[in-house]
């Protein structure tokens, strides 16, 4: 069951093999090979009542009403589901296109051309391949994956092909950073912290930002293999679109859904350093992602965080209206490099390894 995958896996399981592209594309294939082998349950409810937020009434300053309701509407989002789809965000049907169109020319290069961005440690800030993880019988597998990332703020990174990625990237990236800066804002006024003290803290100006795009083949058999097991992620809000090929789907009250949004909209989740910095008011929640057996997909994700250099722990305004702080602080890049270098402890999540459990 996919339970019993261990999410934080050691950064010696990842690996540059022959791309699941060329495999996947082969006629003969018709059952999963042993290595990506993993019997998993994918089956998942409806998400009708995924909450919705309209970007442009959270940005109508000339409409304190409208604004309220839109602030209102995010922070009981963020408690309840720890995910949303936001819609009217501004950015161009047209952009999402061309990213698209992007990342399918990079995941068509040659293997040769690929190899080269091989990851070699945790830190390299371009990476692509496909990965390994183990479960909690240390038996490895390889995810039915290939994917793409970069680290593109506060230094941008890219392959420099094909050029188009380079331009989109860096255009898509800008747009969401600004969207990432929105929603904090208003999640902060929401809590009412001062947003001189959330700017101290958070060093938006050099924030960490994260570009993913990542490539699931059709699969003969998606019930033997997934594509992310159950994990969180780091960060304060990460933005997702995709092909129109669903996929992604969240826990929720101890149930799974399906994570369906609309064309030109963008699923957006809380990530574990708004949980923490809200102290736990905001829910950084598991989310996986499955296969499917007819179509291939595509999802590019932008995972927004604060400033490598922050230390992030709950705010000080909220461990003092409730009493304690319910999360230990840890500098962000030391998060980041423990969540992608270091096993479980005790089986526990590094987010879950953060948690201050009361006494009382």
């Not at 070699?120 to 496909?130: H, L, Q, T, V, Y």
Request: proline residues 5%.
């Amino acid at each position: 069951m996919a339970s019993r995958v261990a999410v934080s896996d050691s950064f010696k399981h990842f690996e540059f093999d022959t791309t699941l592209k060329l495999l996947s594309s082969s006629s003969s294939l018709n059952s999963v090979p042993s290595k990506f082998h993993f019997t998993n349950e994918r089956s998942a409810f409806p998400s009708d009542s995924l909450p919705i937020i309209d970007f442009s009434a959270l940005v109508a300053r000339d409409n304190p009403p409208q604004r309220s309701k839109a602030v209102h509407d995010l922070a009981t989002a963020c408690r309840d589901w720890g995910f949303f789809i936001l819609v009217n965000h501004s950015v161009p049907e047209s952009l999402m296109e061309a990213m698209f169109k992007a990342v399918k020319e990079f995941f068509s290069l040659a293997d040769s051309e690929k190899k080269q961005y091989e990851a070699k440690s945790a830190s390299d800030p371009i990476k692509c391949g496909n990965f390994n993880v183990a479960n909690t019988s240390n038996q490895s597998f390889t995810l039915w994956r290939d994917y793409l990332k970069l680290y593109v703020h506060p230094t941008f990174h890219c392959p420099h092909k094909p050029q188009l990625l380079r331009d989109m990237v860096q255009e898509y990236t800008q747009i969401t950073r600004k969207l990432a800066l929105e929603l904090i804002e208003a999640v902060c006024e929401a809590l009412e912290l001062n947003q001189r003290y959330v700017d101290e803290i958070l060093k938006m100006e050099s924030s960490f930002q994260m570009f993913a795009t990542n490539y699931y083949p059709r699969c003969p058999q998606p019930d033997q293999a997934i594509g992310l097991p159950p994990h969180t992620d780091p960060g304060l809000f990460t933005f997702l679109i995709h092909n129109g090929v669903a996929g992604l789907q969240i826990e929720h009250d101890g149930k799974w859904f399906n994570a369906d949004s609309p064309q030109n909209s963008i699923l957006v989740n809380a990530a574990d350093q708004l949980e923490i910095f809200t102290n736990g008011k905001c829910k950084s929640v598991k989310h996986r992602a499955v296969v499917n057996e007819e179509k291939d997909r595509i999802s590019i994700v932008v995972a927004n965080g604060p400033s490598g250099e922050a230390v992030i722990g709950p705010a000080a305004a909220l461990v003092e209206k409730d009493g304690r702080a319910k999360y230990y602080a840890m500098k962000y890049e030391e998060y980041v490099e423990s969540q992608l270098t270091k096993s479980r402890v005790d089986g526990k999540s590094i987010l879950e390894q953060q948690m201050i459990f009361s006494t009382y």
